[in-house]
């Protein structure tokens, strides 16, 4: 899932306009990406809040332009509205990602009108706002499971399809460093819930905080911990840095058949020139179709 964030404030890669959130989307389509999540309200701590009208704005000029050029993935939105999610899936997106655990209540109606996907993130406190002294967890992966289970059961009685529900733990929402460490070394248990599991930590300031290097320089980091994701069993990956995580996936998937002794590999090309010739308007690249 290739993040592109129309955001003037977010912490990393952001791009202004429809036109540059076409031409990131494109990029990251050729990189591997299958999925791309467009972001139009930043939720780190101390953001502005943008009034609806203005999120709207941000995000479905990113969305047409991208159905117009005929982009082959599925767009998500990073929404917490319920009338953005009815803005955006009208313009042709094709997935809601909430990251406020459904505070709207009319979000999931919308997704279940238009036939929608859903992800369903767990959230602890506030959206925008850092509140430490709330972040205490008896057992933080059993309150996990327990809040997306709630919620996930509320998107299915609005009518959303089982199979169009993915579920995220929420990494550094409402946790501490140490929180979001516990859920990475018990990120397994999250499959109890019977949906596929998003990993979005890409370059977040919990990564930061533990290696003490800024977003800028947190690659390697992150890519550690999508790969610690993927071998647990998350699915969906999040990330701004498609074509490095997508080789992790790749390199995992491989590892993984080796394992039960299928090897399937592409034939040799050039050196040094996989996928040259690629459509960027295809999400399948010539690596991602070998595995």
Known sequence: MGIVNVTPDSFYERVGGADAALAKACAMLREGATLIDVGGQSY????????????????????????????????????????????????????????????????????AEYGAGLVVMHIKGRLNVREPAEYVYRDALAEIVEFLHLRTERALAAGVARDAIAVDPGLEFGKEPETDLEILARFGELRALGYPIVLAASRKSFISRIVGRPASELLAASLAVAAAGIAAGARIVRAHDVRETADVARMLAAIERAKRGVIALPPAGPPGEPGENDDETDGNSAAERAV
Request: glycine share 8%.
């Open 44 to 111: 780190a701590a101390g953001r502005r809040r943008v009034a609806p009208d203005e999120e709207r704005e941000r995000v479905v000029p990113a969305i047409r332009a991208m159905r117009e050029r005929g982009i082959g993935a599925a767009i998500s939105v990073d929404t917490v509205r319920a009338g953005v999610a009815r803005a955006a899936l009208e313009a042709g997106a094709d997935a809601i990602n909430d990251c406020s655990g459904l505070s709207d209540a009319a979000l999931p109606d919308v997704v």
